[in-house]
């Protein structure tokens, strides 16, 4: 079986926040970190974001901080 993993995009993100909560554009590149098999057919791709350290919007799904939080949710 062959899997076809998407290459690195470098785009804008409009909704990179920083630490006092300012809304500013960055470069931003998404990229894929892990392969995960599901099930025999199926599996599932993580992808990361190189801002994801100092990015401070809980929206983003790539945000340390939003990470943080849904680890903290979930138990």
Not at 28 to 57: D, G, H
């Amino acid at each position: 079986m062959n899997i076809s993993i998407p290459p690195a995009h470098m785009g804008e993100c409009a909704d990179f926040m920083d630490e006092n909560g300012t809304v500013c554009p960055r470069t931003a590149i998404i990229t894929p970190l892990r392969v995960t098999m599901v099930s025999e057919s199926a599996y599932k791709i993580t992808f990361a974001c190189n801002l994801w350290k100092s990015c401070q919007n809980r929206e983003c799904s790539y945000c340390f901080v939003a990470v943080q939080d849904s680890e903290i949710n979930r138990y």
